[in-house]
């Protein structure tokens, strides 16, 4: 997204003070702020999905893991 970001300021220019929807740089810079939005709640599902595989990371030594699985008992 910076790079489209960075695209748009160098093209188009800076944001206007006041959205008109006629304004092609205010339309430029609508379809952007969309497009960081779609991409943010598709990042939260993936974050978020209950179906997603959990991997299973396991501790660095045998010595830690059994001194986990002690305290959970």
């Known amino acids: 997204m910076k790079l489209i970001k960075k695209a748009i300021k ?3 220019g800076k944001r206007c003070p006041d959205f008109e929807p006629e304004c ?3 339309q430029a810079w ?3 702020d969309s ?3 779609r991409q943010r709640k598709e990042r939260r599902e ?3 999905d209950p179906n ?3 991997k299973f ?3 660095r030594s045998l010595n830690l ?3 986990l699985l002690r305290k959970e008992k």
Request: glycine share 0%; with cysteine; charged share 25%.
């Open 30 to 32: 609508a379809e952007y």
């Open 57 to 59: 990371v396991a501790p």
């Open 52 to 54: 997603k595989a959990v």
């Open 35 to 37: 497009a960081k939005r």
């Open 24 to 26: 092609i740089v205010c």
């Open 65 to 67: 893991a059994e001194s």
């Open 10 to 12: 160098e093209y188009y």
């Open 46 to 48: 993936y974050l978020f």
